[in-house]
């Protein structure tokens, strides 16, 4: 049930990309944008059509805030790939866009994923109310900026040359930046719709953003280059220190099941209407890419 309904959301919002991308000029750029947003689980995207549910908000009604995290989650992978950053060759199975490319496509088709997310989230499509579309749209800058992934990236960066290894307090904050910013938004972005309160979403991403981490920790171990869609075993040659190299692979998986279940707690006042919400905690920590 839960698979069908990811693949569902998954379709619904490439059509939403494709939309957006169907009058754009044909360059290698815009080639690259569609090849860029292709594919993937779109977790952060289903994360916002299963909260936008939960207040009754149809998903042709939060199809473009889901779009929208997901251009930007796109262009943070495009960034992330490129040789001055994690220097990977592999991507959900395919080539980086910098190397199917080059570099100077692949750093233009960020920039442009990125500018696109928040031509989505400001265009009166996606909600009639001008404040609301602003409450998107500044949120989002603030996950993805500075105060978020951009600073998480930041920190992993200087982790590498600091001489010595993250303690868990510091992972903990990092990886809080750098992956768990953007499926924080997601998962309130049904609440900013709403015009409701965030809370209970805030503090069932928090926990499932850490998960999600800690399961690519022990996936970076244990995975299957085949199935992942992208290197394995990146981080013990890089020396970085991880969740799994501090706690061990058995207690990074009782810590990952333990923020599961604190997610699954943080859905209790949505009752039943939260189970597929609950369904994405444990999925985070059972997949296999």
Same mark, same amino acid.
């Given at each position: 049930?839960?698979?069908s309904?990811?693949k569902s #959301?998954?379709e619904?919002?490439?059509?939403r990309?494709?939309?957006?991308l169907?009058?754009? /000029?044909?360059q ?12 993937g689980?779109?977790?952060r995207g ?6 936008a ?15 929208a ?6 262009? &943070?992978l =495009? ?8 220097? @990977? ?11 199917k ?11 442009a994923?990125q ?6 989230l400001s265009a009166p499509?996606?909600?009639p109310?001008?404040a609301?579309?602003?409450?998107l749209?500044? &949120?989002?800058?603030r996950?993805s ?5 951009v600073l998480?990236?930041a920190?992993?960066i200087?982790a590498e040359?600091?001489?010595?290894s993250?303690?868990?307090?510091e992972i ?7 992956t768990?910013a953007?499926i924080?938004?997601? /998962? ?8 409701a ?5 805030t /503090?069932? &991403? ?5 998960a999600f981490?800690? /399961? ?5 171990? %244990?995975?299957?280059?085949?199935k ?7 981080? #013990? ?6 969740f799994?190299?501090?706690l061990g ?5 009782a810590?990952a099941?333990?923020?599961?279940e604190?997610? %699954?707690?943080?859905?209790a006042?949505?009752?039943?209407? #939260? @189970?597929p ?6 999925? =985070? ?5």
């Amino acid at each position: 049930m839960f698979q069908s309904s990811l693949k569902s #959301a998954a379709e619904r919002i490439e059509t939403r990309l494709t939309e957006a991308l169907a009058g754009a /000029a044909d360059q290698p750029v815009t080639q690259a944008m569609r090849y860029a947003v292709s594919g993937g689980k779109r977790l952060r995207g289903f994360l916002v059509l299963e909260s936008a549910a939960l207040y009754d908000i149809a998903p042709e009604a939060a199809v473009d805030a889901a779009a929208a995290v997901e251009a930007l989650h796109a262009y &943070s992978l =495009v960034h992330d790939d490129m040789p001055c950053m994690d220097d @990977d060759d592999l991507r959900r199975g395919q080539p980086t866009v910098h190397v199917k490319w080059d570099d100077g496509t692949a750093l233009l088709t960020g920039d442009a994923l990125q500018t696109l997310a928040f031509e989505l989230l400001s265009a009166p499509a996606c909600h009639p109310d001008p404040a609301v579309r602003i409450d998107l749209v500044a &949120s989002l800058a603030r996950a993805s900026g500075i105060d978020g992934m951009v600073l998480g990236q930041a920190q992993d960066i200087a982790a590498e040359t600091a001489g010595r290894s993250l303690t868990l307090d510091e992972i903990t904050e990092l990886q809080a930046n750098k992956t768990g910013a953007l499926i924080r938004w997601s /998962a309130e972005a049904g609440a900013r719709l709403a015009r409701a309160d965030i809370a209970p979403l805030t /503090a069932y &991403s928090t926990a499932l953003g850490l998960a999600f981490q800690i /399961a690519d920790d022990i996936l970076d171990v %244990e995975g299957d280059a085949a199935k992942t869609g992208k290197r394995v075993h990146k981080d #013990a040659e890089a020396g970085k220190a991880t969740f799994v190299s501090l706690l061990g692979l058995d207690g990074a998986r009782a810590r990952a099941l333990a923020l599961v279940e604190e997610a %699954e707690a943080a859905l209790a006042p949505f009752g039943g209407r #939260a @189970d597929p919400l609950k369904a994405a905690a444990r999925f =985070v920590i059972s997949r296999e890419s």
